[in-house]
């Protein structure tokens, strides 16, 4: 067990939809990192915050968006789903910049 | 942008036959090179980092190794239980890692 903490563990829904996928970092941690994995992308990295302050995007799409809450939690939202949206979103956290990211058990998404 | 390269795709050894991942990154000033173990379904759970070329580190039976263009991830004797995808990862300017494909490994009682 990492410490990092994700809700809800599988998602099902429907395209054009929206959903929020929770993340608690380890205590301690003030970095919290989103990443997508799909079969055929591996995992890439969508966002950064640290501090309840955005620090890095990757290949995020503007359909997503994040966000880092004062208690350290943080949300990822995802809107007008399309199919090729389903994959497993990780969430990861470290102490500071720079070290080893710690990662979460996963939301899988299923658009249907 | 940092590249990763992980090879081969996927090894099947006997449960005692010792072998080696391989890591291999272009990457402007290396900021850390990470290895992780995936389960299928299951977060990344983190092995090791390496930060300079010739740095080793172990655990159980794994070693990893670093040099300037590449790094290996040794397996010593493995266990039907060390079955799993192996990531490497290289750290992308302060902030984000870039993983590769994985190798993904089964050891047969």
């Known amino acids: 067990d990492s410490g990092v903490t994700q809700t809800p563990k599988h998602l099902i829904t429907a395209t054009g939809q929206r959903v929020t996928l929770r993340c608690s970092p380890r205590?301690?941690?003030?970095?919290v990192y989103w990443y997508q994995q799909s079969l055929d992308q591996g995992l890439q990295f969508l966002i950064h915050?640290?501090?309840?302050?955005?620090?890095a995007k990757g290949n995020i799409l503007e359909r997503f968006s994040a966000q880092q809450f004062p208690d350290l939690h943080s949300e990822l939202n995802l809107s007008s789903l399309e199919l090729g949206d389903s994959a497993l979103y990780f969430c990861?956290?470290?102490?500071?910049?720079?070290?080893?990211?710690?990662f979460g058990p996963g939301t899988r998404l299923t658009v249907l | 942008e940092d590249q990763v390269t992980q090879s081969p795709e996927a090894l099947r050894l006997q449960e005692g036959e010792s072998s080696s991942l391989n890591c291999s990154y272009t990457?402007?000033?290396?900021?850390?090179l990470f290895w992780y173990r995936q389960d299928p379904g299951k977060g990344p759970e983190f092995l090791f980092t390496?930060?300079?070329a010739g740095e080793e580190k172990e655990k159980e039976r794994l070693k990893a190794t670093l040099t300037k263009k590449e790094s290996f991830l040794h397996i010593t004797a493995p266990k039907p239980e060390d079955s799993a995808t192996y990531l490497c990862?290289?750290?992308?300017?302060?902030?984000?890692?870039?993983f590769g494909q994985g190798t993904r490994l089964t050891i047969n009682p």
């Open positions: 990861a956290s470290s102490v500071v910049h720079g070290r080893e990211q710690f």
């Open positions: 205590s301690g941690d003030l970095s």
């Open positions: 390496l930060y300079s």
């Open positions: 990862a290289v750290k992308e300017g302060a902030q984000k890692l870039v």
């Open positions: 990457v402007s000033g290396l900021r850390g």
């Open positions: 915050y640290y501090n309840g302050e955005e620090r």
